[in-house]
């Protein structure tokens, strides 16, 4: 039976971490980090999304700039809310949830968060430079990042390893490979139009799925002793529950927990780490601008 890697065990000591860190820093520069979390419109999951990233912030004691925009706002005042932010030496870091509504060009707002402050990681030249051999981006994006920290955490080495990630979104497949390849591993991607998934999964020493395809990858795919990271966070209908649903990944946790070595589970594997890697970012984005301006 596959050892099963607690996320949220993981996640409360990397956020006793930073919240001792975030002491020393305040004892030191008499300053705390600072993230600001800009929200447009109303959709529930943003809101409740948002509200956990406050919450966080606050329980560490990072200070949090809360920015609440109308649905209707112009995408205009939208980057000059960015531009006031990129200006406030207090904030050390900035989250825009996505998605923004249809009328506002996603790419161009996210382009305009200032390159030191880009806690999620998603600006093109932080993307860039992680594409690159031998540069190092500023910040790396929460989910994958998560990713690998679980895997160093769990003491699990990527140098010469088969990696497969599964999905190859800007958000999680595309820069979870690159860091995977970045670590040294030997990395595939699967993605919608991969022809016999199953087979270049079942050579890899450790899959990253992030496909969003409720349980699609099955024991028999797995190759014994493998570590299994599972991003996929799905609803599925469950008439058992008050809600009348339940999360699943895009593993089947029951099938490759006897196969693998490593698995994390859903809920309480890497969404409880994606939230304290952007607690992470803001720490280290403060960290840097402190010891820079001191
Ligand atoms: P996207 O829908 O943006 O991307 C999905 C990717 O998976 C695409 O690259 C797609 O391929 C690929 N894909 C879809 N179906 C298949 C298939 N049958 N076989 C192989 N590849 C497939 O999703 P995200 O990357 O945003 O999210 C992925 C999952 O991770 C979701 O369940 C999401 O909820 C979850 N998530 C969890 C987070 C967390 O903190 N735990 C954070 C972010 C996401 P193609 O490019 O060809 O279309």
């Not at 065990?9 to 919240?19: G, K, L």
């Not at 927990?257 to 809920?267: C, E, F, R």
């Not at 309480?268 to 992470?280: A, C, N």
Request: hydrophobic share 40%.
């Amino acid at each position: 039976m596959a050892t099963v890697i607690d996320g949220k065990a993981v996640a409360q000591t990397i956020r006793s971490e930073i919240a001792d860190e975030v002491r020393r820093l305040s004892e030191k520069y008499g300053k705390v980090p600072g993230l600001a979390v800009v929200i447009v419109g109303n959709r529930k999951d943003s809101q409740s999304y948002v509200a956990m990233k406050r919450k966080a912030c606050c329980d560490l004691g990072i200070k949090s700039f809360d920015i609440d925009l109308t649905e209707q706002v112009s995408q205009v005042d939208i980057i000059k809310q960015v531009h006031e932010l990129n200006a406030n030496p207090d904030v050390h870091g900035i989250l825009v949830q996505l998605p923004l509504p249809k009328h506002i060009n996603e790419e161009q707002v996210l382009t305009e968060i200032s390159l030191e402050k880009d806690v999620d990681g998603f600006h093109p030249l932080n993307i860039g430079k992680l594409a690159m051999k031998g540069r190092e981006p500023l910040f790396l994006p929460c989910t994958p990042k998560a990713c690998l920290e679980l895997l160093s955490r769990s003491g699990i080495s990527i140098k010469g390893k088969k990696a497969v990630v599964v999905g190859r979104s800007n958000i999680v497949g595309l820069p979870a490979s690159l860091l995977l390849l970045k670590a040294d591993a030997t990395v595939t991607i699967v993605h919608s139009h991969t022809s016999d998934p199953e087979s270049i999964i079942r050579q890899a020493d450790i899959v990253i799925a992030a496909a969003g395809q409720p349980k699609m990858i099955k024991g028999s795919w797995i190759k014994p002793g493998a570590a299994v990271i599972d991003v996929g966070t799905n609803a599925i209908d469950d008439p058992s529950k008050k809600s009348g649903y339940r999360l699943v990944g895009d593993v089947d946790f029951e099938e490759v927990s006897k196969v693998a070595g490593w698995i994390t589970p859903v809920p309480g594997g890497v969404g409880p780490m994606t939230v304290t890697m952007l607690l992470k970012n803001t720490l280290e984005g403060a960290k840097r601008t402190l010891e820079q301006n001191s």
